[in-house]
């Protein structure tokens, strides 16, 4: 069972998200927070050189990790193609761990030239349990209501450990 969902979130659509998985799972939200986004102009400038650079801001330390066999549920936005700054330092933070680790993206457009989610699970050295994308547009939608019932269907399933 998943106890904890990390969330960064700078105008609130991953926050939305976040407690929408709560709702579905019982696993508690923690927030991330980086205030140097919060700067008007500058803080923007600032997301996107990180999204684009895939840098790791420092965020408050260490994150409330939960036994290392439940799944860890992060969530947060794409940020100039990549994952936004504070989801690749919950990351680096989850590397080193053995949880499984479940990612749920929102975005601005359902198309991306990018691929943050490879990039991710390249950072974590290991695949994500489930993955979720929500773009803005389809937010309320069906759709977004099955896939968010697959990807928490995804989490609740027991992982399967392969004897040595
Ligand atoms: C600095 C910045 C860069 C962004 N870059 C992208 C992008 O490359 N692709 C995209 O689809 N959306 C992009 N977006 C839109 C956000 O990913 C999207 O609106 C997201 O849901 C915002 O999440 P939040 O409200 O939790 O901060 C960007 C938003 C910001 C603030």
């Keep these: ?16 998200l976040a407690e929408r998985l709560s709702m579905r799972t019982g696993a508690d939200v923690e927030d991330v927070k980086v205030n140097k986004y919060d700067w008007p102009l500058i803080g923007y400038v600032l997301a996107v050189r990180d999204g684009i650079k895939a840098a790791a801001p420092k965020i408050a330390l260490p ?25 690749n330092a919950i990351v680096d933070q989850l590397k080193s761990q053995n949880h499984p680790v479940a990612l749920a993206l929102t975005c601005g457009s359902p198309k991306q030239n990018a691929d943050p989610i490879s990039k991710l699970e390249n950072r974590l050295g290991r695949s994500f349990k489930a993955v979720l994308k929500v773009p803005n547009p389809d937010e309320g939608s069906k759709k977004t209501d099955q896939n968010i019932d697959d990807f928490v269907a995804q989490i609740l399933e027991p992982s399967v450990s392969i004897p040595a």
């Excluded at 290392?68 to 700054?85: N, R």
């Design 1 to 16: 069972m998943p106890s904890k969902i990390f969330v960064y979130s700078k105008s609130g659509q991953s926050k939305d």
């Design 63 to 87: 994150l409330q990790l939960p036994p290392s066999d439940e799944t860890v549920i992060i969530v947060g936005p794409v940020w100039a193609g990549g994952a936004c700054g504070p989801l």
